[in-house]
């Protein structure tokens, strides 16, 4: 009798882990599947906190502007830093174009950088005869929710000049009153 | 040898404590870096380049010319038509924050605004565009905020869900 019992208890032991370990399973394969769902990705970050919304339509891939709180970053590739200033009318710093990256309204850097890649769309577009892959203009921003409009203002200006004209702002599900 | 006896039996000699630490390490960090949130994109055109919307109304009905300014004291809703002055007012109907100087996002009265909107739609059933015109040092956040409360009424619901009212944004270049 006794020695019975001490060899079951081993085994015993050996079961529970087996069912913990289908759990766990399960739950990493789901996980390992949503995590590769999105084709756009969102770094969010402290520098970077996209503003909720109560849109539906869900963004399609363009060309893509990300604009932190510390810099502008166009498809991966950084373009310039933004930089603190103290603003003329509220005299309370906030974020802007640094004076010398810009002409007027026109961000200079980020305009050579999406005119190269408009150049680039066009070019693929009439190469490839079909309709879909034609250049729309569209271009897909993903900007701080504490950016001042002069930021975007400029940004969608310097756009506008590239001939990037289909704005699409990302925003993130679920705000709206 | 005749002590160690079957090693066959893999029931009982495989041992899980390696997998498990590899799964134990990997939810974690699955679970922090997929972020349950989805995204949406809200459609904006320039005015001066790209094709805004055609308007629907006739050409012998004055157009509406819809536009919603964001200043650092609230909205302030304009348009081509008379009625949208109330008594008293130059431009057009003011709806301030509702706190002085408009210190947070949240303190733009939008459903103020839809409300107003709302109004406003019900004599222009036809008119699907507005022009947003923020002030420099308004947020992003603010401005996405109102393009949520000109394009639909999440009060009223019709057939195909929330009631539209002005779904066409076109954001000029700023008020002065």
């Not at chain 1, 770094?43 to 893509?64: F, G, R």
């Not at chain 1, 603190?84 to 640094?98: F, K, N, Q, R």
């Not at chain 1, 506008?160 to 289909?166: P, S, T």
């Not at chain 2, 949240?106 to 059933?125: M, N």
Request: proline share 7%.
């Amino acid at each position: 009798m006794g020695k019975k019992k001490s060899r079951r208890s081993p085994q015993d032991a050996g079961l529970t882990i087996t069912s913990m370990m289908d759990m766990m399973t399960i739950i990493l394969v789901f996980l390992l599947k949503s995590y590769q769902t999105d084709d756009l990705s969102v770094a969010a970050s402290d520098d970077l906190q996209i503003p909720l919304s109560s849109a539906e339509k869900t963004p399609k891939l363009a060309v893509n502007v990300v604009v932190s709180r510390k810099d502008v970053v166009v498809d991966g590739a950084w373009v310039l830093d933004l930089t603190e200033i103290t603003s003329e009318e509220t005299g309370e710093p906030e974020l802007a174009v640094p004076l010398d990256e810009k002409r007027g309204q026109l961000v200079s850097k980020l305009y050579e950088v999406l005119l190269e890649k408009a150049e680039t769309a066009k070019d693929l577009g009439a190469r490839a005869g079909s309709d879909n892959y034609d250049f729309k203009g569209e271009i897909l921003l993903q900007i701080d929710k504490r950016m001042p409009f002069s930021v975007v203002r400029e940004i969608m200006f310097t756009a506008g000049q590239a001939q990037f004209g289909n704005f699409r702002f990302v925003v993130i599900k679920g705000g709206g009153t | 040898m005749a002590g160690k006896g079957k090693r066959g039996t893999q029931a009982d000699e495989l041992d899980l404590v390696p997998i498990m630490n590899l799964v134990t390490i990997l939810i974690p960090f699955l679970l922090m870096a997929s972020s349950f949130v989805s995204l949406a994109a809200i459609d904006s055109t320039l005015p001066a380049i790209g094709q805004p919307p055609p308007p629907e109304e006739q050409d012998d009905e004055e157009p509406l010319n819809l536009s919603v300014a964001i200043t650092d004291e609230g909205f302030t809703v304009m348009g081509g038509d008379a009625t949208l002055k109330p008594e008293g007012e130059e431009k057009g109907a003011t709806i301030p924050c509702t706190k002085p100087n408009c210190p947070t996002p949240e303190a733009y009265d939008i459903k103020e605004l839809t409300r107003l909107l709302v109004q406003i739609k019900d004599s222009w059933e036809d008119e699907q565009n507005v022009i947003l015109v923020p002030e420099s040092q308004v947020p992003y956040e603010v401005l996405v905020r109102t393009m949520d409360a000109t394009r639909e009424d999440p009060d009223t619901v019709d057939g195909a869900g929330n009631r539209e009212l002005f779904p066409f944004v076109v954001i000029a270049g700023g008020a002065q």
